[in-house]
Nanobody
Framework: QVQLIESGGGLVQAGGSLRLACVHSGRTSRPLRMGWFRQAPGKEREFVAGFTGFGNSTGYAESLKGRFTITKDNAKNTVYLQIDNLKPEDSAVYYC????????????????????WGQGTQVTVSS
């Protein structure tokens, strides 16, 4: 089982930036597919970005491309989500997810591929 701890959320004004971090520990043998999802009140949890497990191969939600960037530091067992030009509609709880193995760029956004989830970090964007 992989343990995940997110951090970096907070209250920010529209137009600002945040960098979320997800530290993973436990049975984190490679390869490991990892994703960021978000859930706003009353809405389904949606995919934001993810690593497929193939090196630095990534996938992004089409509707969110451009303002979100996923990166990682393998030495620190940490995956980051940089969010720029924040909008009020980005307000949500952001979750990190992981599972052993690979995903494709098309499937990395499928929640069913993940069996470990963090507690989430709240992002609130004021207008």
């Amino acid at each position: 089982q992989v343990q995940l701890i997110e951090s970096g959320g907070g209250l920010v004004q529209a137009g600002g930036s945040l960098r979320l971090a997800c530290v993973h520990s436990g049975r984190t043998s490679r390869p490991l597919r990892m994703g960021w999802f978000r859930q706003a009140p009353g809405k389904e949890r949606e995919f934001v970005a993810g690593f497929t497990g193939f090196g630095n191969s990534t996938g992004y939600a089409e509707s969110l491309k451009g303002r979100f960037t996923i990166t990682k530091d393998n030495a620190k067992n940490t995956v980051y989500l940089q969010i720029d030009n924040l909008k009020p509609e980005d307000s949500a709880v952001y979750y990190c997810a992981a599972a052993p193995g690979f995903a494709t760029v098309r499937s990395v956004g499928d929640r069913r591929l993940y069996n470990s989830w963090g507690q989430g970090t709240q992002v609130t964007v004021s207008s």
